[in-house]
């Protein structure tokens, strides 16, 4: 943190002026070895979200979360409601993940990682500087009138942010609804899917106000990983930190002066330029310390070290590293906290693993029909049931029969012979079980049945079976 007793900079966000209006963040446009690594980053992200909806492994879209229909496709794996425990076990351990590059890292995800950032920042922002400028040219055309090159900028710019919000609107309507049936509702119209093409249009003004006017504002007060950060953070997590050891010296900052000797006059290497501040997206002074407004975006170090370079003093002034380090001197080490989410996420990746080994294609349920006794038929005892086959696979599966294993009987399936079973999809019905009434033991007896498909067993189930309560 900052070597000053002055923290008056926490009471408010940079995003808000004195008298708590809005006050419009125009960061400089960012250059450097950071950026460019962000761009790479960013840019192969952008064709990930992009693509995957688009790709298909076995027939099945790479990432699929149909929610409405209940169901979902993880990296082509077909996922049903069944399987939702194994959706439950990847979302903590995505939690544990980030909590733990959080601690080691800090607001790394934020800044390198984050859709909100990577297409505020990589593609908003790169169409803004385009089309208005850098952070000067912005300031200047937001404060002159309204002429024809305002109008013709701003017109320019917000059509475009409509047509981009609108892409990936569809984008992530192709993710929920799947992308063959997207593309197929395009074809038809939007006339034929009407309610469809008005949820649509309600994502593309909630995308379009979001990176239009919210903006930086998401990061600050809307995402709860920033509140999160608070807690999660300590001295030994490495973040983009300002060196105020060396930065400060003994008398504090001061412009550079040509030929001048700061160490020997005491003043430290920060030349008070303020560029750190003009870069950064959510309008903060990084040289205040760690903030919860920092997504650890590097544009600063960026900035920084390009102006050390220009009065010829070493880089690294603001860098990756942590509140130990700076003071201290001590580099970063794996401390017992973050060994202990090791653990948990070790655990966790390998209790997922394990199940989705475990993780049966076909899963078969078959329930006694609720308040149906059980009927004498001869010396035989029937009961009537509801089974359900879901099968999770991209085949088809025919001639689908049940085998009474244990004890011995016959199993009567309602109005069909052979059940036909399509590829990601169930079928359901009745069937009645027959036992006879000597091989049942108490009221109670629990029925074992195996579910083929021509010769090929596919899944094993069990049930209850009610019978005549016997006395001594």
């Known amino acids: 943190m900052k070597n000053t007793s002055d923290e008056s900079f926490r009471d408010s966000i940079g995003t808000l002026d004195a008298e708590g209006k809005r006050a419009w963040i125009y960061p400089k446009k960012p250059s450097g070895k950071y950026f460019t690594r962000r761009k790479i980053v960013s840019y192969l992200l952008l064709a990930f979200l ?70 505020m920042e990589m593609v908003f922002r790169r169409i803004e500087y385009w089309i208005e400028g850098d952070r000067g040219a912005q300031m200047r055309l937001n404060r002159q009138e309204w002429n024809a090159e305002k109008i013709r900028k701003k017109g320019l710019k917000w059509f475009i942010f409509f047509v981009i919000s609108f892409l990936i609107a569809n984008i992530f309507l192709c993710y929920i609804q799947g992308s063959d049936k997207v593309l197929s509702m395009v074809q038809e119209g939007p006339g034929n899917h009407l309610g469809t093409f008005i949820a649509l249009l309600i994502f593309t003004a909630v995308f379009y106000f979001v990176f239009t006017w919210f903006r ?25 930190a300002y060196d105020y050891v060396r930065g400060e010296g003994e008398k504090g900052r001061a412009k550079f002066r ?37 997504v650890n975006c590097t544009a600063c170090i960026d900035e920084c070290n390009h102006i050390m370079r220009s009065v010829n003093l070493p880089e690294g002034l603001i860098r990756y590293a942590s509140e130990t ?74 001639d689908v029969h049940f085998k009474l294993v244990e004890p011995k009987g016959t199993i ?12 990601e999809d169930m079928a359901q019905g009745t069937l009645f079980i027959e036992i006879n009434q000597y091989l049942l033991g108490e009221d109670k007896t629990k029925v074992e049945i195996e579910i083929y498909s021509g010769d090929k067993l596919i899944d094993k189930t069990t049930t209850n079976f009610l019978g005549p309560r016997k006395f001594n």
């Not at 069944?82 to 544990?96: A, C, N, P, R």
């Open 50 to 119: 992009f693509a995957a909806p688009l790709v298909k492994i076995n027939g099945n879209q790479f990432l699929l979360f149909n929610v409405i229909e209940r169901k979902f496709s993880i990296f082509g794996f077909p996922f049903w409601p069944q399987d939702f425990y194994l959706i439950v076990i990847s979302m903590i351990i995505g939690i544990v993940f980030v909590s733990l590059f959080t601690v080691a890292f800090g607001r790394i995800f934020c800044g390198w990682i984050c859709p909100q950032t990577i297409f």
């Open 412 to 423: 009567t399936v309602v109005g069909k012979k052979g059940i036909f079973i399509p590829r």
């Open 216 to 240: 930086e504002q998401v990061c600050i007060i809307a995402c709860p990983y920033g509140r999160m950060q608070s807690v999660l953070l300590d001295d030994k997590s490495v973040v983009v």
């Open 325 to 398: 380090e700076i003071s201290e001197n001590k580099k970063f080490r794996f401390t017992p906290r973050m060994k202990g989410y090791t653990a948990v996420l070790g655990i966790l990746s390998a209790v997922l693993i394990g199940l989705l080994f475990l993780r049966s294609d076909v899963e078969a349920t078959i329930l006694r029909l609720p308040g149906q006794l059980f009927e004498h038929k001869g010396e035989n005892i029937s009961n009537v049931y509801s089974y359900k086959i879901v099968n999770k696979t991209v085949k088809d599966f025919d």
């Open 258 to 294: 040509k030929n001048q000797n700061r160490a020997e006059e005491g003043f430290g290497d920060c030349i008070d330029c303020k560029q750190c501040v003009h870069v950064c997206p959510t309008g903060i002074d990084i040289r205040n310390g760690t903030q919860l407004e920092c």
